[in-house]
């Protein structure tokens, strides 16, 4: 049998545990041989090493070495170094996760070099086309040849935007498979102890958006807020790159730094950030996967954005929208316990990898539609 060569790109911190429960299945199919290819758009360790040491990921196959830039330069150097791998390595298959702006970069180079191309996370809108990655999400899906979703309103999406239906598969959410691979060794963990915060009584806090963190006047609202709820609940804020930078550029870290309530960490690992995620009252946060992860663990979450790409955790989930100006008022209906629910979105169940796996060997060796000259 030939083997089928299958690319897993990987990017930055949100990337690494959705490729890692796919690569440890498909590791051990004979197959495909699948091949991890680091764009090295995030490149500190605690932004990328620890990941690949807590999810069991051996070193990428290629490592691109792109590093930070601007969209276009970022974008354009991911795909200028993934082409070169492609004409050289060509694989039979180039899977890109999430929304990533080497998400797009390496399904436009696949799409070009008539490498069949399959999506994972496919099909989430937020409906805000000033959020780079909603950019990123719309042309990846447009480009990809299969998609696979994690909620039946991806599926939705994708089919008012005119994508066929046999392109998309609903395949469940893949970062659930990662917590509960690392559950046992995020089980022994006790991070909440070395921040001094006790087991049920703490926030965890996460920012990194453009549009929370890169403007002064929302950011110094943010922070204030933050400060007047940690008078109430201790909260740990595990700060990413472009947080801190801003923080310090607008000389707002000093006052963070001053507060009892507010522990201040560098980006934690993934087990660790997991252990504590497990443990804490609530998350004030703007990510993407945290809005999931909670809504799995049956933790409140409020997420400091105008919208989402991922409605779902709100509808069946523990997460609500919030500006700075009604977290207050949130934070009272969640520590009172508004916001807990009860069940589990269809297909979160820690087998999205086998779903996809199965999936990618049904549709290798048949024709894309798609044809290349
Ligand atoms: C990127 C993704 C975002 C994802 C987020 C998770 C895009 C458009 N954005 O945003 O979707 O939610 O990652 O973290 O792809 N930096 C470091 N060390 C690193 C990585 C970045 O210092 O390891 C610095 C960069 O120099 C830059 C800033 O952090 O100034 C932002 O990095 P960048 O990759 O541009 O975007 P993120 O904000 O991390």
């Given at each position: 049998m030939i083997r089928q060569n299958i690319h897993l790109i990987v990017a930055a911190r949100p990337n690494f545990m959705k490729v890692a429960p796919?690569?440890?299945?498909?590791?051990?199919?004979?197959?495909?041989?699948?091949?991890?290819?680091?764009?090295?758009?995030?490149?500190?360790?605690?932004?990328?090493?620890t990941f690949f040491s807590d999810l069991g990921l051996p070193p990428p196959d290629y490592h691109l070495g792109v590093g930070s830039g601007s969209h276009a330069e970022q974008t354009g150097a991911v795909?200028?170094?993934?082409?070169?791998?492609?004409?050289?390595?060509?694989?039979?298959?180039?899977?890109?996760?999430?929304?990533?702006?080497?998400?797009?970069?390496?399904?436009l180079v696949a799409a070009k070099l008539c490498i069949a191309l399959a999506h994972l996370e496919a099909g989430l809108r937020s409906g805000d086309r000033t959020m780079p990655e909603e950019i990123n999400r719309?042309?990846?899906?447009?480009?990809?040849?299969?998609?696979?979703?994690?909620?039946?309103?991806?599926?939705?999406?994708?089919?008012?935007?005119?994508?066929s239906g046999e392109r998309i598969e609903l395949v469940g959410n893949i970062m659930i498979d990662a917590f509960e691979l690392q559950r046992p060794q995020i089980d022994s963990l006790c991070v909440a102890e070395r921040f001094g915060v006790e087991r049920g009584r703490y926030g965890i806090v996460t920012l990194h958006r453009p549009s929370n963190v890169d403007d002064r006047s929302?950011?110094?609202?943010?922070?204030?807020?933050?400060?007047?709820?940690?008078?109430?609940l201790p909260l740990v804020f595990a700060v990413h790159p472009r947080t801190r930078a801003r923080l310090h550029d607008f000389g707002l870290d000093a006052a963070l730094a001053r507060q009892d309530g507010i522990r201040l960490s560098e980006p934690l690992r993934y087990n660790e950030f997991m252990n504590l995620a497990c443990g804490a009252?609530?998350?004030?946060?703007?990510?993407?996967?945290?809005?999931?992860?909670?809504t799995y663990l049956n933790i409140p979450c409020l997420t400091l954005r105008p919208n989402t790409e991922r409605p779902i955790t709100i509808t069946q989930g523990t997460n609500r929208l919030v500006r700075p100006d009604t977290l207050a008022e949130m934070v009272d209906q969640a520590l009172t316990g508004g916001l807990r629910t009860t069940r589990h979105p269809a297909l979160w169940d820690g087998k999205t990898a086998a779903r996809v796996a199965e999936s990618l060997f049904r549709h290798s060796g048949r024709d894309l539609t798609r044809t290349c000259a």
């Open positions: 796919l690569y440890h299945v498909l590791k051990r199919q004979d197959w495909c041989r699948a091949e991890l290819v680091h764009t090295g758009q995030h490149y500190d360790a605690n932004m990328s090493d795909m200028v170094a993934y082409e070169e791998i492609c004409l050289r390595h060509r694989p039979d298959w180039t899977v890109v996760v999430g929304d990533v702006n080497s998400t797009l970069a390496c399904a719309i042309v990846t899906d447009r480009l990809a040849d299969l998609l696979w979703t994690p909620s039946s309103d991806g599926n939705d999406n994708l089919k008012a935007e005119g994508i929302s950011l110094a609202q943010i922070i204030d807020v933050l400060i007047a709820t940690s008078h109430r009252r609530l998350a004030i946060t703007d990510s993407g996967g945290i809005q999931e992860e909670t």
